[in-house]
């Protein structure tokens, strides 16, 4: 994947200003038009959400469900004292979570290069 900015703290950050990211209509707009440009079937990015859990829950069934939710920012506000009282940034449960896409990633950029 190309960074546009390895300064910036986002994966996606405003072109001009790198200490911003990106907004969603704007990652939106890109998708649509790279798939315009690809010829490609139109997808929303939120479809990308969708699909990298169901290929991380197929890929390591051992990787607790709750870990990925975690990553997705769900599942935490489920009762009221989670909501007001649990501040935890869960770092070590988003950082196996990234590691498992990452490695997910790896494998599809390895398959698209030796396409």
Not at 36 to 53: C, G, S, V, W, Y
Not at 68 to 76: K, L, T
Not at 84 to 91: F, I, N, S, V, W
């Amino acid at each position: 994947m190309l960074i546009s900015d390895a300064g910036s703290p986002y994966l996606f950050p405003k072109s001009h200003q790198p200490d911003e990211p990106q907004t969603l209509n704007s990652i939106s707009q890109a998708a649509r038009k790279w798939c315009a440009r690809q010829k490609a079937e139109p997808f929303q990015p939120r479809d990308l959400r969708r699909t990298i859990k169901t290929l991380l829950i197929d890929r390591n069934p051992n990787l607790n469900r709750d870990w990925i939710d975690v990553w997705h920012n769900h599942g935490r506000a489920a009762d009221v004292a989670r909501k007001h009282y649990d501040r935890a940034e869960y770092l070590t449960v988003k950082r196996a979570v990234a590691e498992a896409i990452d490695d997910l990633l790896s494998d599809v950029e390895g398959r698209i290069a030796a396409f």
